[in-house]
């Protein structure tokens, strides 16, 4: 009889704490490369300032990481209450990057330190991959646990107004983050 409490207990306080949803974001990655070249790393440097296509805020940048959420749910229409059934999410990733063209032209120096530069510049830019997923993750849990709304109105509503929020939230996050590394300077993107 203990037994059969106890189990009843720990299948009444289930279903009373907030359901954790295992949010996983379909991910969607776009590679977009321009070529950069030279036989010194001044030379490389000044190829990127002049070739790269990231503009932001009406300044250069070498590379640049843009992330996309795009959510879907579904509901339940009772007759006094509407529900969310369901949550999806997508997560679409397109990186920005400069490629060096090799030659047999470019010292092993040159080539060591682009590599090294490389590995902390993509370094950076996963680092902002990282924050769409997490907002992905967040849409997805905060809507799976939103509870039901008086009209399904109501609830598609609010749901996208969460949503939106969660974007804005990332996106200042975002914003902290290349303060921060001093857009990846400050944690070894540093060329030449």
Same mark, same amino acid.
């Given at each position: $009889? #203990?037994? @059969? @409490?106890? =189990? +009843?207990?720990?299948?009444?306080?289930?279903?009373?704490?907030? +359901?954790? &949803? #295992? &949010?996983?974001?379909?991910?969607r990655?776009?590679?977009?490369?321009? $070529?950069?070249?030279?036989?010194?790393?001044?030379? =490389?440097?000044?190829?990127? =300032?002049?070739? +790269?296509?990231?503009?932001?805020?009406?300044?250069?940048?070498? &590379?640049?990481t843009k992330w996309h959420v795009n959510w879907q749910f579904w509901w339940i229409d009772n007759a006094d209450s509407c529900e969310i059934s369901q949550v999806t999410t997508k997560l679409d990733i397109t990186y920005t990057l400069p490629r060096l063209k090799q030659t047999s032209s470019i010292p092993e120096s040159v080539t060591a330190h682009w590599k090294k530069y490389y590995a902390a510049l993509l370094d950076h830019e996963q680092g902002h991959k990282d924050l769409g997923v997490k907002a992905a993750i967040e849409i997805e849990n905060k809507l799976s646990n939103m509870g039901p709304r008086r009209s399904c109105k109501q609830l598609e509503l609010e749901a996208n107004k969460m949503g939106k929020s969660v974007i804005d939230k990332y996106r200042q996050l975002e914003k902290e983050y290349d303060r921060s590394t001093n857009h990846g300077l400050n944690t070894g993107a540093v060329f030449p």
């Open positions: $009889m #203990l037994r @059969q @409490q106890t =189990i +009843s207990r720990l299948l009444l306080l289930c279903c009373l704490l907030p +359901s954790v &949803a #295992l &949010a996983r974001p379909e991910t990655v776009n590679n977009v490369y321009y $070529m950069v070249e030279g036989k010194t790393a001044e030379d =490389i440097w000044a190829d990127i =300032i002049a070739k +790269s296509p990231v503009r932001q805020d009406g300044k250069g940048h070498v &590379a640049y």
